[in-house]
RNA sequence: GCGGGUGUGGUGAAGUGGUUAACACACUGGAUUGUGGCUCCAGCAUGCGUGGGUUCGAUCCCCACCACUCGCCCCA
């Protein structure tokens, strides 16, 4: 159908724009509070990138990656998510040149090729943030409650944040033996779904639905349980801080990332009433993507922001409400002559800064005050043949119904006064 | 990728195996000479997601596909 978008796709129309830039503009200043700056990266990258940076084994890179060979053979993928680009374009510019810590944003359309429900897309928009360089803790949570200040700015209500650390290459291997040695007898009697995360991703055993499952994982050990001591300290530090800054937070030690890269912290933001898609926004730590993506061994931290679901919940709760761009006038002009008069004077107007919209198909004069009505503006510009003959407009107030004539050179002042 | 639900004009929505597919809103035009918002009148789906099939005949029955939606998976 030649009129039908991609499936998983979706237009913002016009009604829809106010409230993406209301968004975006929340972004940017929380941001900007933050001392964060802008990046934008190609939309597409050589496939290599999210392959390594993502993880081989991860579903977005198995199996929901879009991915085509462009006309020179290369491979390349639509962005499934941002953190690689901007770990690479920190490399490939020298970022790090300029201060130990970079700090990164970015908004923009990410690409998965998942089934389209509420609240999940082919094409989604991400803001997200990066800061590369520090492994202190206390960027861990500023990262985090820039998340929630974030969401905060928007008014939103009943948000819950779950934080967890998930450990680092010291100590995850340890806990992954651990997990498996207890699930070892158990996996026989678990569904189809946990007996493939067995070896693919023991840890998401854990947070099985399957009611007879989540009696097997009953006394499993748990993941804070068996960090490191370099880990534990980390995640005690950024509770801490959570704590100072005020910040309400729950730890879930169940709370995994899909993604490779992520290292000791994670968090995530959910909205419950969304339903199935709920995480409105997740992250953590990942101390080993620079150096997997070809850099030096660099910490980093940072999240990713799923706008239509903010979107969603905004709508929810009734926190946006769209304001209709009025035009300061409406012209009407009656006749061919009038509208040689009107149709400049529509450009004088604009010029002055005055939104000036008129009827091009020259209808009635009834067809066109209905116009004028309908656009919102406050005053309509009335030329028919004796004003075009006495050099004049009739200027005429729509809400008090009060009109009166007006020379055609003192127009704008007077919708200026 | 898997399972369930839905699909009638711009929107909301009635409806039937067989003459002109209700109704409301929206939209367009009109109701004495150059004036809107109220009211009144008129117009507005040769078509009932798309393509097949059953039937003398289907929008209403069957199949496939597509889209949307809910859940699983995964994730933002």
Request: hydrophobic letters at 35%; a negative charge; glycine letters at 8%.
């Amino acid at each position: 159908m030649l009129t039908q978008m991609p499936r998983g796709t979706k237009d913002i129309l016009p009604e829809d724009v106010g409230e993406w830039l209301y968004v975006e503009n929340k972004i940017r200043s929380i941001c900007r509070l933050f001392g964060f700056q802008e990046i934008r990266t190609p939309m597409f990258e050589h496939t290599e990138l999210f392959q390594r940076g993502i993880g081989d084994t991860t579903d977005v890179v198995e199996k929901e990656m879009y991915t085509f060979s462009d006309r020179s053979g290369r491979s390349i993928t639509l962005r499934p998510e941002n953190t690689a680009s901007a770990v690479r374009a920190y490399l490939e510019h020298k970022l790090y040149a300029e201060s130990n810590l970079v700090k990164l944003f970015y908004i923009g359309s990410m690409f998965r090729f998942d089934r389209p429900q509420r609240g999940r897309f082919r094409e989604f928009h991400q803001f997200g943030v990066e800061a590369i360089g520090e492994m202190n803790p206390s960027v861990d949570a500023e990262i985090i409650i820039l998340a929630t200040r974030f969401l905060q700015s928007l008014g939103l209500k009943d948000l819950k944040l779950s934080i967890n650390s998930v450990g680092c290459p010291n100590c995850r291997p340890k806990y992954r033996e651990e997990l498996k040695a207890f699930f070892k007898d158990k996996v026989s009697e678990m569904c189809d779904d946990c007996r493939s995360r067995y070896d693919r991703n023991p840890m998401r055993l854990l947070d099985c639905k399957v009611e007879h499952d989540q009696e097997l994982a009953v006394g499993a050990p748990e993941i804070t349980d068996c960090l490191c001591e370099e880990c534990h300290d980390h995640f005690e530090k950024v509770k801490e801080y959570l704590t100072l800054a005020g910040i309400p937070f729950e730890v879930d030690p169940r709370l995994v990332r899909g993604l490779d890269y992520y290292t000791k912290t994670a968090f995530e933001i959910k909205y419950e009433p969304l339903g199935a898609q709920s995480a409105v926004a997740g992250g953590g730590r990942y101390d080993g993507l620079v150096e997997e993506i070809g850099g030096a061994p660099t910490p980093a931290v940072g999240f990713a922001c799923g706008l239509e679901r903010v979107m969603l919940a905004i709508e929810t709760q009734h926190l946006y409400e769209a304001k209709p761009e009025n035009p300061d006038v409406f012209v009407v002009a009656l006749g061919d002559e009038a509208k040689k008069v009107a149709f400049p004077l529509i450009m004088k107007l604009r010029d002055a800064g005055i939104a000036a919209q008129m009827d091009y198909g020259g209808r009635s004069m009834k067809s066109q005050m209905k116009q004028a009505n309908k656009s919102g503006a406050r005053h309509a510009v009335i030329i028919g043949e004796d004003e075009v003959k006495e050099n004049a407009v009739m200027l005429r107030d729509m809400s008090s119904s009060e009109q009166e004539k007006v020379s055609l050179a003192d127009v704008i002042s007077k919708l200026k006064n």
